[in-house]
């Protein structure tokens, strides 16, 4: 009957309920049992009951215990994939005060259904079922206040997008002064909610009277209709409601209904971590990098570094003194150690230091030679003083609510000039190494009146020197590649102060008191100073000096006292005799010298003047065949940018040095575009390098 139906539509737009939407489809009329007692009929649509909850989220079907609806929680998820907080800016646009730029945030985040602990508790067996047609509805909830500095709740309405069966992702667009309320509140105050309003499909049960001439009205009627609704969609906990006809003139009606249910929830700093951290972006000028604080809302943004010197640990140089300045990362939680000084690297290959004697090509020289030293070094940061940093992050203001990470520079900031000023008589040339650590090279050549073979005895002796390194400079490392004031770090080329990285190995031994093995991987001499136990988030303790321990190639100590924290870090130096003579400069100098009256004969290679960047090549395969002796196996050998002279030596006649040495050299340049491979035709007795230029390889 279409004008019951009509009457209850009038009687909700009259008088609207806050869980009901709407009317959905035709009512249906009760049943009644023996008892008096109204039911839905057995062949009715399987759909929650609005009226039967015995505990809020809990809906109950009527004539069917074993099948309970549930109206699900929601909660946020703790790591958050989708997560994303983007700002973008307009030049020219500016806010509504005219005072700062206008801002459009896209905030997106996850959002799971979950079982209530009112459901959980409720329902102690039976099949649970989310009630059916769920659609989300969820606002944002910003406080904020106005011009008038009164404290207001803005909302705004999100759009959602199905995840996976229990998982949906809500986006809000924001702008303008809510952009900026909604960053601080995620990142500051926690102030930001979410009000749920999702909508169901379920059976409102209704009482419908229909009075007549005389009859006690105590409610308006509609088209001679009286209506009297119960529950409320499990917005809250009530006895379940039994529609009993007994002592009632009247009959009960089951209204096909969307319905509504209200939940709220806490946003917090959920997303103030770090690893949500760098998804706050902002996009200005057609540049999007990682929102830095709210003054990059507040001003229209541009490159921003998001280092800043960190002074709450107090003295550097006084608590760490291989160090010399820290700074934050404020969205990645990177601290940046930025050691006091660089040195000449020592791993378990050695001391990474050779020098090459190379034939000039220029035809003005004295000698008709010179010298190449390639150097890589490393940050000389005491492990210790590390350990004893990493402990003392986790105490600073900067670490409440996340995971500060120390670190050291990642290399070479070539936006600032090295140098090496401690020898002028030398080409200096900078580039990256691999992690942390630098490479300089250094170009020895004739200086009328002097030959390159006395100043590179020059440049042997200071490099050994036992006093104050006469070979020093400054290097300037890399922090970010926007931050504007430089950072540098001493370098300083000597054998007698070095950085250190995989050449010694310790290990804790079992018993008591506690002991540890070192044992030393590399080929040189170490000089251990101190050594200390370090435990994740402690300080290192104890600290056990070592008075300078020398502790030989190839050899393993104990060291006592220390074995019980996680690992023993061991401060370190190279064991190099004073005075060193030159002879023993070969334990740590790989010379690499070439005669062409040698039998053991060199093939070199020389890519120096090869602009590697520009050309876009990343490395340079070198196969070389002797026309003369086809069968003389000769080593293959690859040309880098860090490495740009390379040779090998041949076993060859004697005869053979002198008469030529006709070859044909297969290059394959590898860039970034491909590979492709350059046949060249060299005598290297009428040259005995091969000079590798440009056009050579196009």
């Known amino acids: 009957m279409e004008q019951i139906e009509q009457a209850f539509d009038e009687f909700l737009a009259a008088e609207p309920k806050p869980w009901l939407v709407g009317r959905t489809g035709d009512h249906i009329a009760s049943v009644v049992n023996e008892s008096r007692t109204a039911e839905l009929p057995a062949d009715a649509p399987l759909l929650p009951r609005l009226e039967s909850s015995s505990s809020p989220d809990v809906l109950a079907f009527g004539p069917f215990p074993e099948a309970t609806w549930f109206l699900p929680a929601y909660i946020l998820l703790a790591k958050d994939p989708r997560f994303t907080f983007a700002v973008v800016q307009n030049a020219g646009d500016v806010d509504e005060d005219g005072g700062g730029p206008f801002n459009e945030a896209t905030f997106t985040l996850t959002l799971k259904e979950v079982l209530s602990d009112s459901v959980l508790s409720s329902v102690a067996s ?316 250094v170009d020895i050549s004739d200086d009328r009146p002097t030959p390159a073979a006395t100043l590179v005895n020059l440049f042997l002796q200071q490099l050994r020197s036992p006093g104050p390194p006469p070979l020093f400079g400054a290097l300037a490392v890399r922090l970010d590649d926007v931050l504007p004031q430089p950072v540098r770090s001493q370098l300083l080329l000597n054998l007698r102060q070095t950085a250190h990285s995989g050449d010694l190995v310790t290990t804790a031994q079992p018993g008591s008191p506690p002991s540890a093995q070192a044992v030393n991987r590399g080929p040189l001499d170490l000089k251990l100073l101190q050594c200390a136990d370090v435990t994740e988030g402690h300080v290192p303790a104890p600290i056990m000096p070592l008075g300078g321990m020398v502790l030989k190639a190839a050899q393993a100590t104990t060291l006592q006292g220390v074995g019980a924290g996680t690992v023993v870090e061991v401060s370190r130096t190279l064991e190099v005799a004073v005075p060193l003579p030159k002879a023993e400069m070969l334990k740590f100098l790989a010379f690499h010298t070439h005669t062409v009256q040698e039998v053991q004969h060199p093939l070199t290679l020389n890519a120096a003047g090869l602009n590697f960047a520009a050309e876009g090549i990343s490395t340079i395969d070198v196969e070389i065949t002797l026309i003369a002796n086809p069968g003389d196996p000769v080593p293959a050998l690859t040309l880098s940018p860090s490495h740009t002279i390379d040779f090998v030596h041949v076993s060859l006649p004697v005869d053979s040095a002198v008469t030529g040495l006709d070859s044909t050299i297969v290059l394959t340049v590898n860039t970034t575009s491909g590979a492709r491979t350059v046949s060249v035709a060299h005598d290297f007795v009428d040259k005995p390098i091969l000079v590798v230029t440009s056009s050579m390889i196009h």
Do not use: W
């Open 126 to 441: 039976g099949q649970l079922h989310p009630v059916p047609d769920l659609q989300p509805v969820v606002k944002l909830a910003v406080p904020i206040k106005d011009s008038e500095g009164r404290l207001t709740v803005r909302t705004v309405t999100g759009r959602t997008a199905q995840v996976s069966g229990t998982s949906f992702t809500v986006t809000f667009e924001l702008s303008g002064a809510l952009a900026k309320a909604a960053y601080v509140h995620l990142t500051r105050s926690g102030e930001l909610g979410l009000e749920f309003e999702p909508t169901y499909s379920g059976y409102q049960t209704a009482l419908v009277t229909e009075p007549d001439t005389g009859f006690p009205v105590h409610g308006p009627i509609f088209r001679g209709f009286q209506f009297e609704v119960f529950g409320d969609g499990g917005n809250t906990g009530e006895a379940p409601f039994e529609p009993s006809l007994i002592g009632r003139i009247a009959r009960y009606v089951f209204f096909p209904c969307t319905a509504r249910f209200h939940r709220s929830l806490k946003i917090g700093l959920n997303f103030h971590t770090d690893d949500h951290r760098s998804r706050f972006t902002i996009t200005a000028e057609g540049m999007t990098r990682p929102i830095i604080d709210v003054n990059d809302l507040n001003s229209f943004a541009g490159q921003r570094s998001e280092y800043r010197e960190l002074t709450s640990l107090g003295d550097i140089v006084t608590k760490y003194p291989s160090l010399q300045r820290v700074f934050l990362g404020q969205v990645s939680g990177t601290v940046i150690a930025v050691p006091d000084s660089y040195g000449i690297l020592v791993t378990e290959q050695g001391a990474l230091a050779a020098l090459d004697s190379i034939v000039d090509e220029s035809p003005t020289t004295l000698s008709g030679c010179r010298f190449h030293f390639t150097f890589t070094v490393g940050p000389m940061a005491d492990p210790i003083d590390l350990a004893r940093l990493r402990a003392d992050v986790t105490g600073i203001p900067e670490a409440v609510g996340r995971t500060l990470r120390v670190a050291l520079p990642s290399g070479l900031d070539v936006r600032t000039p090295s140098g090496l000023q401690g020898f002028p008589g030398g080409q200096v040339a900078f580039a990256d190494g691999d992690g942390n650590t630098i490479q300089v090279s």
